[in-house]
């Protein structure tokens, strides 16, 4: 079993920051794709953010120049740093980790979610 932890959100202002980060654990051979999804109210869930093994990042283009994802391979842990909030950023962030738990065989993985809320 692997299991994700999430922490970080919260609600802010408008034009405020925070930083989300998720650590996994349990039965991991390797650590590949990880992300952020988002669920806005009203819509459906979205990727907001992922990043490779290798580095290379991907973003929906509504948070571009805001959002930075990033990982710490040796903690198995992704950060998402959110810069210049607004309120359409509001809804829950879960964590999704693609984790390989042998050599061969691939899982996805699912944090419970985190609340963030952006007022005006």
């Known amino acids: 079993q692997v299991q994700l932890v999430e922490s970080g959100g919260g609600l802010v202002q408008a034009g405020g920051s925070l930083r989300l980060s998720c650590a996994a654990s349990g039965r991991i051979f390797s650590v590949n794709t990880m992300g952020w999804y988002r669920q806005a109210p009203g819509k459906q869930r979205e990727l907001a953010a992922s990043i490779s093994s290798g580095g290379s990042t991907n973003y929906v283009d509504s948070v571009k120049g805001r959002f930075t994802i990033s990982r710490d391979n040796a903690k198995n842990t992704v950060y998402l740093q959110m810069d210049g909030l607004k309120p359409e950023d509001t809804g829950v962030y879960y964590c999704?980790?693609?984790?390989?738990?042998?050599?061969?065989?691939?899982?996805?993985?699912w944090g419970p979610g985190t609340q963030v809320t952006v007022s005006s």
């Open positions: 999704n980790v693609r984790i390989s738990a042998s050599p061969v065989l691939e899982y996805d993985y």
